[in-house]
């Protein structure tokens, strides 16, 4: 056997407190769960609550006791990332002292004038601070050095993801110019001191993961595996958000019935007799039957049961 088949599996959820939570969320709370119980692993819940003046008052608990009410149960006390900021300062200065940081005084309007072409989530970084701040100019974000060679690794259910880290996304920011630090560094950060060795999440994260693979190679830390699900979509065909003021009956309640839904969105084969079973049953089915090679790739309209889903 080897080594790393004897390491238990560490998954997690890491919801952004911006709202209840909403079918979308659920199916990643339902694959990260069921895939990493059914190798007998740990599982945590992590509240992204880094951009302050995104979350709602209130989210987090709710979120956190609709996961109860189905039937879901974390091993850890939930981490907030609003109260690891300190930790996100350590690990920033390891990498300025790695010579992997510099500070960038570009405002958004000058980045989009520099970038010729779009990438995959708006333009992409010309480097125009990479070798150190114009004359007169004071720093405004602090942006990682990318390479220019591609980077490559392989998701559970999208095989192998390459990606040029210097041509997609340019050199990214690590602590933005209103002082908060990004995502791509509190994530990573955050499954390293957590020990989470299994990322299961929505598929539009998958091209942030070269960004963080990379920094985890900065940083000299055990990369996790990646499993990239499919995206709930609601009726005009984009992905369901806390955000947008959803239908009601995208937010999730304590019924087990949406756990199915979930469940089958995820291509797993759900017996209908269990549809009525009480949640904990219904998760218990997942956790013993969840078959990763059924995930469908293509993002699709959730058709959940209004019923089922009921606002809360
Ligand atoms: N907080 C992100 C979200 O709610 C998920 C981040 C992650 O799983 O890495 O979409």
């Known amino acids: ?68 009410r189905l039937g879901f149960e974390w091993d850890e006390p939930p981490v907030y990332q609003s109260r690891r900021i300190a930790r996100y300062k350590e690990v920033l200065k390891r990498l300025q002292a790695g010579g992997h940081v510099f500070p960038c005084a570009c405002s958004r309007r000058e980045i989009l004038a520099s970038a010729p072409h779009p990438g995959e989530e708006g333009p992409v970084y010309a480097g125009t601070c990479r070798q150190g701040l114009p004359p007169g100019r004071s720093p405004r974000s602090l942006r990682l050095r990318v390479p220019g060679d591609s980077l490559l690794f392989v998701d559970g259910v999208f095989g192998e993801v390459e990606q040029c880290l210097a041509s997609a996304v340019g050199d990214f920011v690590l602590r933005r110019a209103d002082g908060l630090f990004a995502y791509q560094l509190a994530v990573v950060v955050d499954d390293a001191d957590s020990g989470v060795n299994q990322v299961v999440r929505g598929a539009d994260l998958l091209h942030s993961t ?22 709930a979509l609601n009726a005009g065909g984009d992905k369901i958000s806390k955000r947008q003021g959803e239908a009601a009956t995208h937010h999730v309640g304590g019924d087990g019935r949406v756990l199915a839904q979930a469940l089958r969105f995820l291509g797993q084969e759900v017996p209908a007799e269990l549809t009525q079973a009480p949640p904990g049953e219904i998760l218990r089915w997942g956790v013993e039957h969840f078959c990763l090679e059924a995930v469908p790739r293509e993002n699709r309209i959730a058709c959940i049961d209004e019923a089922a889903a009921v606002c809360i």
């Open 1 to 68: 056997m080897k080594p790393d088949k004897l390491l238990q599996t560490v998954g997690r959820f890491a919801p952004s407190p911006t709202g209840p939570l909403h079918f979308g969320s659920l199916v990643a709370a339902v694959g990260s769960y069921c895939l990493a119980r059914r190798d007998g692993g740990k599982w945590l819940v992590r509240i992204e609550d880094l951009d302050r003046p995104r979350e709602v008052a209130g989210a987090a608990d709710l979120i956190l006791s609709t996961l109860e």
């Open 210 to 231: 070269p960004r963080q693979i990379y920094l985890y190679a900065c940083l000299g830390w055990p990369v996790p595996r990646y499993v990239h699900l499919p995206l």
